[in-house]
């Protein structure tokens, strides 16, 4: 082997153990390409998209072109149609009496002893009727949300993380509460809103082994070692049980199921936007800092770039993707049609002004570009924006898809949990209609 063949091995070896610093990011707004990005309202042949019964089959073949270049299919061989579900706690005391806990067991068929994700909800006490609710899924296990010593610690896989006290794949009591600061339980309470969220590991363990473990191991073709180029990923996956959920929300009489918002952070934002994209039921979305894959403009090449997150993680889009690595113009799509996915529901894009891996100014002008889907639809987008970036902490949330940027890097905070509560309120009614 010559050296460079052998540097350009090392590099990829230590690239998908994650070290970033083998792949240099471009900061600098002038090498931005000033490639023209695909139209939102036009035809894969050409044909403009002019009225609003023209929508749906643009829309249609968006969620096709999505599905076989990006995230990639996902069915079960064995179909989960009929929900399982068993209540394994309800605890209406919860909170200090504030809230109803409920822990729930939902199978992912119809084998009630089959593999299932456990849902954690809290709903608020002493309302008049079904409640909106806000689901997400978490990083760590259900644990480590609050502080709350009855809920039930993860015994899935987990990431090894000292900090949320996870050793040898296993969590442990040292994680509870431990990502507390994500989700403000009581806030979201007091405001009228359930919160609701899983473990992502119990959908498929976050790392690349092949394919075998985690919801693809009840796939169609699994197993195989060639899959096809669009089989389904990580994000699929991870996508299918935000479906799940929503399936159980329906069942529960205290859920508003035509209220359920999809919230994630991160890979989980990317993941929330494709669950919204596919599943209409979703009222709203919220992209908290997901950047590239998720909210930001691929053809910027600012930050994250595609190649950079298909070396990182081969694992979570399907194989397809991985031919648009430095090939960003070859798209048929850039991610403002991802966003132009959720209209005319309200969606809310959130960036951080350090989080700049992420593209913040990407995040936003794929909310510019996604509006005028709104605007055909007759409701207005991104209202107040214009070519620059909304200075930080001035959300925009008057038209249907909300933008703000907050001070500090990469994270899910209290501000931004209060702008997407204001924003529900705003365009959801709240929790009092
Ligand atoms: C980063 C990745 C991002 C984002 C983030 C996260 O390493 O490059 O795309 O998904 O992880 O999920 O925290």
Redesign the pocket.
């Known amino acids: 082997m010559t050296t460079s063949a052998l540097f350009i091995v090392l590099a990829l070896l230590m690239a998908g153990q994650?070290f970033?610093w083998v792949i240099q990011p471009s900061y600098d707004e002038s090498a931005v390409p000033d490639d023209e990005l695909p139209g939102p309202l036009v035809m894969a042949d050409g044909t403009p998209v002019s009225t609003t019964e023209q929508w749906p089959a643009r829309r249609a073949e968006l969620v096709e072109q999505f599905t076989e270049q990006m995230f990639g299919r996902l069915e079960l061989s064995t179909p989960g149609e009929a929900v399982v579900s068993e209540w394994l706690e309800s605890d209406g005391r919860a909170l200090d009496g504030r809230a109803t806990r409920r822990q729930v067991r939902v199978c992912f068929t119809e084998d009630p002893d089959g593999p299932a994700m456990e849902l954690l909800v809290y709903l608020p006490n002493g309302t008049d009727g079904p409640v909106p609710v806000f689901f997400g899924m978490n990083?760590d296990g259900n644990h480590t949300v609050h502080a709350d010593p009855a809920i039930r610690i993860t015994q899935a896989w987990v990431r090894n993380r000292a900090e949320v006290g996870a050793v040898d794949h296993r969590a442990s009591e040292e994680g509870r509460g431990v990502m507390a600061s994500r989700w403000p339980v009581e806030a979201l309470i007091a405001r009228g809103y359930g919160l609701a969220t899983a473990y992502y590991g119990d959908l498929d363990p976050d790392f690349d082994d092949g394919f075998r473990n985690g919801l693809h191991a009840l796939l169609d073709g699994a197993g195989d070692t060639q899959r096809p180029g669009d089989a389904g990923g990580a994000i699929a996956a991870w996508a299918w049980g935000y479906r799940l959920a929503m399936d159980y929300f329906e069942s529960d009489p205290a859920v508003d199921a035509q209220r359920v918002i999809a919230i994630g952070?991160?890979?989980?934002?990317?993941t929330a936007l494709w669950a919204g994209a596919t599943d209409e039921r979703f009222a709203m979305v919220v992209s908290n800092?997901?950047?590239?894959?998720?909210a930001a403009l691929s053809r910027r090449r600012f930050g994250?770039t595609i190649y950079?997150?298909n070396t990182?993680?081969p694992h979570?889009f399907c194989a397809s993707f991985h031919t648009y690595n430095d090939n960003e113009s070859a798209l048929p799509f850039d991610q403002h049609a991802l966003l132009a996915l959720m209209a005319p529901r309200p969606v809310y894009i959130a960036s951080a002004a350090d989080d700049r891996?992420?593209d913040p100014r990407g995040e936003y002008l794929a909310g510019v570009h996604a509006s005028p889907v709104y605007a055909l639809l007759g409701d207005p987008g991104l209202v107040g924006a214009g070519d620059h970036l909304p200075a930080v902490g001035t959300p925009l949330q008057d038209g249907r898809i909300g933008y703000h940027v907050r001070t500090g890097g990469?994270d899910l905070t209290r501000y931004d949990w209060d702008r997407y509560m204001d924003f529900a309120d705003r365009h959801l009614g709240g929790s009092d209609e």
């Open positions: 994650g970033a990083f952070h991160s890979r989980l934002g990317k800092n997901s950047g590239c894959g998720g994250e950079a997150i990182r993680f979570w891996w992420a990469h």
